[in-house]
């Protein structure tokens, strides 16, 4: 979903990287793309420790409720943060524990400061939250180095 809106507005030349473990989601997103004339994605076929992104060549990491699903997010995120270029972005998107309201199972939903506190175990700097969304949380870091 979000890799092929990306990819229409990434400066020119830039390329989207769209990381999955299910081959058949990134089959589907190639049919997508190819069908919609978007040239500028590349699937990468990751596994559940390894993103398989070469290390420095991301500028943005989007993880949108995903992160609360990783069985090794410390493994995949210290990946991440490999990838990423000096102060590129992660920016994760998780349904709001604090909020009952919010119409989705206590299993799929993080706080914020469970957020901050896995996040803080890697080199990188809170740079913003935003409650923007309905119900969820969009917390963006930066690599430090």
């Known amino acids: ?13 830039g390329i989207v990287f769209a990381v999955d473990v299910q081959p058949r989601m990134l089959e589907m997103l190639e049919c997508l793309a190819r069908d919609a004339g978007i040239g500028n994605i590349r699937p990468v076929l990751a596994t ?6 070469a ?4 500028d943005l990491a989007l ?6 699903e990783l069985a090794y997010p410390f ?3 210290q990946g991440v943060v490999q990838a990423l270029r000096p102060d590129g972005r992660i920016a994760l998107v998780e349904y709001r524990a604090e909020d009952p ?17 896995e996040m803080s175990v ?4 809170h740079e913003r939250t935003s409650d923007a969304l309905p119900w969820q949380h969009l917390v963006v870091f930066r690599r430090r180095d």
């Open 1 to 13: 979903f979000h890799a092929r809106r990306m990819a229409r507005v990434v400066a020119p030349g």
């Open 48 to 53: 559940d420790r390894d993103t398989r992104l």
């Open 63 to 68: 993880l949108v409720d995903a992160y609360h």
């Open 101 to 117: 309201n919010v119409p989705i199972k206590s299993l799929h939903k993080m706080s914020l400061a469970q957020i901050l506190r």
């Open 122 to 125: 890697h080199p990188l700097a």
């Open 75 to 77: 493994e995949v995120m």
């Open 55 to 58: 290390p420095r060549s991301i």
